[in-house]
């Protein structure tokens, strides 16, 4: 069964950047799609990114274009969405979330789920 551990949450000031990483243990991430989803406090879950692992395909939600990238790293079977010029509305918990065979965009009907890396922009 595929696990995934999220790891690389913290505080940053304004402009700063982090990575966050979703490890995925067990099973291999090909062939599924590969989501970060971010809840803020008093906030729905919304979908962040999200990456095809089979057809290398990717989505963003229009207020994180140009400032986040998803990629993988298939030796390491790990997941990363680098993070940069950070905004206090980026503060949330991010959760990486696994589909199987489905298709990078719709952010919904995940599989599998982490447990969240809090991320916080604050100066």
């Known amino acids: 069964q595929l696990q995934l551990v999220e790891s690389g949450g913290g505080l940053v000031q304004p402009g700063g950047s982090l990575r966050l990483s979703c490890a995925a243990s067990r099973v291999t991430l090909r062939y599924y799609v590969i989501n970060w989803f971010r809840q803020a406090p008093g906030k729905e879950r919304e979908g962040v990114s999200c990456?095809?692992?089979?057809?290398?395909?990717?989505n963003y939600r229009d207020s994180v274009k140009g400032r986040f990238t998803i990629s993988i790293d298939n030796a390491k079977n790990t997941v990363y969405l680098q993070m940069n010029s950070l905004k206090p509305d980026d503060t949330a918990v991010y959760y990486c979330?696994?589909?199987?065979?489905?298709?990078?965009?719709?952010?919904?009907?995940?599989?599998?789920w982490g447990k969240g890396t809090l991320v916080t922009v604050s100066s």
């Open positions: 979330a696994a589909e199987s065979l489905g298709t990078c965009g719709s952010y919904r009907g995940m599989d599998y």
């Open positions: 990456i095809s692992t089979s057809s290398g395909v990717t």
